[in-house]
């Protein structure tokens, strides 16, 4: 018995559905199988993972708050990778966003109107865009692999963040540690109705996930985008320039991060500090291929991701599992969504070596 | 500047470059089988990990053995964890930029995971195989002062170019990356080839990052390789894929990294710290901006690079 994969004529829309939950429920199995092998109480370990922050009633204000920037950046990297464009510094852009839209509110002092917050928001985006025109202009002058200029500037991104909160930008009332002061009211956002838990940036993602539906779906830029990545020669041929779409796809992912940068920092830390990069810019590519590059996909992989980083806490403080396993979860579930990607693309035969059907096999060949 | 400030940077050279040398030599090797492996990063923590485990629970028992059975361990946990990727890769024919992208995420995790008990705790340093007389020597230490694992680097990069330019395997190895479906239609195995490629690749950044948790810092700490995984990386580009550039370019970051550390002690102080950290990156961008400028001169990049293969199709 041999298994054979044949190539599918179109991708299998079932299956792009299926897949993921498939990963996720997987993940899930998997994970409570080896809880118990290294000796916790597995099934609860998963429960208080995965369901615990969906049934809680107040765990969901967390679950949106960790969702929305994942979101937000993962909506702008579906769009490159569907061109084969990979934006894998997302969480450098995100931190310098964030400090453009910070170094606006300390240039501006007494920042009291209104226009601070739109100021402050447009900085986050431009910062975030400048970020990644760097790997943008390099890859369409030099020709240089955007995979690796786009990460090492995570790693500069960093360095900038550090002496920034602990030279220049350094709160002065802070006890002497790396960060800088708090915003005031006027450079914070709020929630969005007073009593409600709905963080802002959620309403940010919701309303980005409908235009990046509309982008992709029902635009030309959207179908260009698509096109110069399924088949580069039949976009040259279209008129579709490879080129301007190295650039717009990496204006665009660039921009997403910096805005989830400075959402983050303006409503959930009021301020810059050490902790500020916390790997949303990774796990977003995760939540990019489990929402399989669609809009509303990566809106509800981006809850799902959420779900896991919230989860993790309660499993560490209630089964004590330590803090490291949302990591292995999260990267579980991309191993499996990668490796299901086949099925997508491939129908599964399984092949009986019975004489007859060699022998048909062997015709059917030649 | 005098011959003892000299010898010691030097020696720092030596030691910093050594772990970024090891993983981009088995980086080489698999990306001239045709497959790009970002889960470095994540392959040397798995790898410092189990280097440093093995050496903290069973030194005592093992002796001077230790330190070798904890690096052969570390090697053979990261090759392991490599053919996870090349599974996903070669068989199922998956998208090879996310999927070591998750190696490395996994890797970061599990070895955070498995440290999580380990924090802080050291081990003896995996130190120079050479009499105290010579490796303690004020000057001769710049020649024999340094853990087994420097050699080897040395040596590996040197038999590594020796294999692929001289050697029959290493042809067919050069020539599968170069055409695949040539090499599979004259009967080479493509996929079991770049299995062992793979491997090869996840056992030499396995030793590099036991160099990180038993030579630079015998001790514990979690993602201590701190990125010169994707230094790697770049490392291999930078050397236009030939083993004899590798070494060069390695040592040329290695300098790089450790004016990093003098530069708060001599007088470049009026640069941020900050500045000297980041300068491995920037330079490795600038870098491969020159090197993707000037073309191809010279450079022997796979022509079948990170292009899935499925034989049946």
Redesign the interface.
């Known amino acids: 018995m041999r298994i054979?994969?044949?190539?599918r004529l179109a991708p299998s829309r079932f299956m792009q559905v299926a897949t993921p939950i498939a990963s996720v429920l997987l993940t899930m199995l998997l994970g409570a199988a080896i809880f118990e092998l290294i000796g916790f109480d597995g099934p609860h370990a998963i429960y208080e993972t995965f369901i615990t922050p969906i049934v809680a009633p107040y765990k969901w204000q967390d679950v949106l708050t960790k969702a929305a920037p994942l979101i937000i950046i993962a909506l702008g990297l579906s769009l490159g990778n569907q061109a084969k464009i990979?934006n894998?510094g997302a969480e450098g852009q995100y931190i310098i966003g964030a400090l453009a839209g910070a170094g606006v509110a300390f240039a501006l002092p007494n920042a009291e109107g209104f226009w601070a917050i739109p100021l402050m928001i447009g900085a986050g985006i431009l910062g975030g865009m400048a970020w990644a025109a760097?790997p943008a202009f390099?890859k369409t002058?030099?020709?240089?692999?955007e995979?690796?200029?786009t990460?090492?500037?995570v790693?500069?991104a960093?360095?900038?963040l550090?002496?920034l909160i602990?030279?220049p930008w350094k709160d002065p009332n802070g006890h002497n540690f790396p960060q800088t002061p708090p915003f005031t009211p006027a450079e914070s956002l709020p929630n969005v109705l007073p009593g409600t838990v709905i963080p802002p940036g959620f309403v940010v993602a919701i309303v980005l996930t409908l235009v990046f539906w509309l982008l992709t779906t029902r635009s030309v830029y959207g179908f260009s985008v698509r096109t110069v990545g399924a088949a580069p020669n039949a976009a040259r041929y279209g008129g579709f320039d490879a080129s301007r779409t190295v650039w717009s796809t990496l204006m665009i992912s660039g921009g997403m991060a910096g805005l989830a940068g400075i959402l983050e920092a303006m409503s959930q830390l009021g301020q810059i500090n050490l902790g500020f990069p916390s790997g949303y810019g990774?796990t977003a590519?995760?939540v990019s291929?489990l929402g399989r590059l669609h809009p509303i996909g990566v809106f509800l992989a981006g809850l799902i991701l959420a779900v896991t980083y919230v989860g993790g806490q309660v499993a560490q403080t209630v089964v004590h599992v330590?803090?490291?396993?949302?990591?292995?979860f999260?990267?579980?579930m991309?191993?499996f969504i990668?490796?299901s990607?086949?099925l997508v693309r491939y129908r599964v035969r399984v092949i009986r070596d019975a004489p007859r059907a060699k022998a048909a096999a062997a015709g059917a060949s030649a | 500047m005098n011959l003892a400030f000299i010898i010691d940077a030097l020696v720092t050279v030596v030691g910093v470059t050594t772990p970024i040398l090891l993983a981009a030599t088995g980086e080489l090797v698999v990306e001239k089988s045709g497959v790009i492996n970002?889960g470095v990063e994540g392959m040397m923590l798995i790898g410092a990990i189990t280097g440093f485990a093995i050496t903290f629970n069973y030194g005592p028992d093992l002796g001077d053995w230790a330190p070798w059975v904890g690096v052969v361990c570390a090697a053979l946990a990261a090759a392991i964890s490599s053919q996870?990727f090349g599974?996903?890769v070669l068989t199922?024919?998956?998208?090879q930029?996310?999927?070591g992208?998750?190696?490395t995420?996994?890797g970061?995790?599990?070895s955070?995971?498995i440290g999580?008990g380990y924090v802080g705790m050291t081990v003896p340093e995996f130190a120079t195989p050479f009499p105290d007389w010579l490796a303690g020597d004020p000057v001769w230490r710049v020649l024999f002062g340094y853990s087994p694992l420097v050699y080897f680097a040395l040596i590996a990069v040197l038999v590594v170019g020796w294999f692929l330019n001289r050697t029959r395997a290493g042809l067919v190895l050069r020539a599968v990356g170069e055409n695949d479906i040539s090499a599979h239609s004259i009967g080479y195995s493509v996929l079991a080839i770049r299995y062992a490629a793979i491997a090869f690749g996840g056992a030499m950044a396995g030793v590099a990052g036991a160099y990180f948790s038993m030579v630079i810092t015998p001790m514990w700490a979690e993602q201590m390789t701190a990125?010169r995984g994707?230094i790697a990386?770049?490392l291999v580009?930078f050397s236009g894929w030939r083993a004899g550039r590798l070494l060069v370019g390695a040592y040329f970051f290695g300098i790089l990294m450790t004016l990093e550390l003098y530069a708060k002690a001599s007088g470049f102080s009026f640069l941020?710290s900050?500045?000297w950290?980041?300068m491995p990156?920037?330079m490795?961008?600038v870098v491969?901006?020159v090197i993707?400028?000037r073309g191809v001169a010279g450079s022997e990049a796979p022509a079948c690079l990170g292009r899935p293969f499925?034989p049946?199709?």
Do not use: C, H
Not at chain 1, 4 to 7: Q, S, T
Not at chain 2, 92 to 95: D, E, R
């Open positions: 054979r994969f044949e190539k990979w894998i760097i390099l002058r030099y020709s240089v692999s995979v690796l200029s990460l090492m500037l790693y500069v960093l360095q900038v550090n002496y602990g030279g990774f590519i995760i291929f330590p803090n490291a396993t949302a990591g292995i999260q990267a579980t991309l191993f990668l490796a990607d086949i | 970002l996870l599974f996903l199922l024919g998956s998208n930029v996310a999927t992208l998750a190696l995420i996994f970061i995790g599990l955070s995971l999580a990125g994707w990386l770049a580009v941020p900050q500045f950290a980041a990156y920037i490795a961008v491969l901006a993707s400028a499925m049946s199709n």
